[in-house]
């Protein structure tokens, strides 16, 4: 009984152990799948990289065209309310015009 539990143990071991290097070994084709597709990628940019001038000129921003807006008429002018006349001048009791200052206006 011991030698078949022996043997039993055997077997599984070296079932994980074939399952171990199966294992492995597709990692080790998708790692090496992978690097390639990497190493492919950075020779097709650094292709690229090469066509490409190092600098372009700047260029001036395009200004946007100015709209011509149309002149908006009044609806009538006899409907403007007439403008009042200017207040007369005022007068000192010598006859003099007085004039007020800009910022009191």
Do not use: W, Y
């Not at 071991?13 to 690097?35: F, Y």
């Not at 200004?63 to 000192?92: C, D, H, I, L, N």
């Amino acid at each position: 009984m011991a030698d078949e539990a022996k043997a039993e143990r055997q077997r599984a071991k070296t079932e994980r152990d074939e399952a171990k290097k199966a294992r492995a070994a597709e990692l080790a084709a998708r790692r090496a799948a992978k690097q390639q597709q990497r190493n492919a990628a950075t020779s097709q940019n650094s292709q690229d990289t090469h066509k490409t001038p190092r600098r372009t000129a700047s260029r001036k921003p395009v200004e946007k065209k100015t709209r011509r807006r149309g002149v908006v008429v009044a609806e009538s002018e006899a409907a403007a309310a007439p403008t009042a006349p200017p207040p007369p001048p005022k007068t000192t009791t010598r006859g003099r015009t007085i004039k007020l200052p800009q910022k009191f206006k």
